[in-house]
């Protein structure tokens, strides 16, 4: 489904990819993993179009992405859950969901998208009139994760969906994201947590210095004496 090449990016002169090859088949959880500053977010920023590769290739379902605008590749459908969330705080729950079905053919699926929404995460049925940034920081990841879905996208990359949630709240959190991909969803993961990421992924790769550094499927990676090492501090 998505085919990244060599891909090269970063900041100004400030070079944060060196050349960064994966893939992500459909129907596939993959996970990216790796240090504070590696290059995970680079990587997502790139592929939905937000951050310009200097060098590279980026294919989607078969397609070239590389001059496609960032607001054209959500309509072909990659949705991202940034890092952050970057929400619209003044703005109430539903209207940050509304807005991410922006796109036509999102629109006139916008009743349908948001009951799967309020299905999978209640909480936003009952509070949609309230202020998106008078919610907690777990429920503020809920309407992240919500606002990406409304899009209907066929490839979700969400980035570091854990970030500063309280225990029970990363256990939700990863519990949603398995159950989207039972359901077929393809997915692209960053996550510090390694070990929890790969717990419910097919494969991932290690991205060290803006380079893949290692890759195999969650089992191999999980029982990797390096990746065990230096990120599980086993
Ligand atoms: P983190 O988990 O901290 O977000 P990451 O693996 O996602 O790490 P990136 O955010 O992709 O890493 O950062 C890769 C490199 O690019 C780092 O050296 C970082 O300092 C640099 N970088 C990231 N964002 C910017 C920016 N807006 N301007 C300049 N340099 C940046």
Known sequence: MLEV????????????LFGISLSVNAGELVTLVGANGAGKTTTLRA???????????????????????????AALGIALVPEGRELWPQLTVLENLELGAFERGARSRRTQSLEKVFELFPV???RAKQLAGSMSGGEQ??????????????????DEPSLGLAPVM???????IRRLHAEGLTIL??????SRALEIADRG???????????????????????RTAYLGI
Do not use: W
């Open 5 to 16: 090449r060599d891909l090269e990016a970063g900041y100004g002169d400030a070079q944060a």
């Open 47 to 73: 592929i939905a179009g937000i951050c310009r590769p200097a060098h590279g290739s980026l294919l989607f379902e078969g397609k070239p992405l590389n001059a496609v605008p960032a607001h054209h590749r």
């Open 124 to 126: 936003l049925k009952e």
């Open 141 to 158: 990841q809920m309407v992240a994760i919500g606002r990406a879905l409304m899009s209907r996208p066929r490839l979700l990359m969400m």
């Open 170 to 176: 990363v256990t939700h959190m990863f519990a949603i």
């Open 189 to 194: 993961l960053v996550e510090q947590n390694l």
């Open 205 to 227: 790769y290690v991205i060290e210095t803006g380079k893949v550094s290692l890759t195999g499927t969650a089992e191999e990676l999980l029982t990797n004496p390096a990746v």
